[in-house]
């Protein structure tokens, strides 16, 4: 038959693993959903970018001119000159 603090110390380590077993599971759990929360607030900032995106795709004008000339005076058009628009600009306030 085992001694009084043979089982004493048994059921101690019983205790103990279980106590850290639940700890343990606890933070893995909670690690987990804070994964999964990043991950969730990452892919709606995508979603709101390719938003934003696709708004200023369609409200932007297709091209932005000058009424007489014909001028591109947005910067970021590709056929936008920059040499013709200052000259344009010289020209109008001399």
Do not use: C
Not at 4 to 33: D, F, I, M, P
Not at 43 to 51: M, N, T
Not at 64 to 82: H, M, R, V, Y
């Amino acid at each position: 038959m085992a001694s009084q603090g043979v089982n004493v110390l048994r059921y101690s380590a019983l205790v103990a693993g279980l106590v850290y077993g639940v700890y343990h599971q606890s933070s893995l759990n909670s690690q987990a959903k804070r994964t999964e929360i990043e991950h969730e607030y990452t892919r709606k900032e995508r979603l709101i970018e390719q938003a934003k995106a696709e708004w200023r795709k369609k409200t932007q004008p297709q091209e932005t001119k000058t009424q007489a000339s014909g001028l591109i005076t947005d910067p970021e058009n590709p056929k936008f000159d920059l040499e013709a628009f200052l000259q344009a600009k010289a020209v109008e306030n001399p």
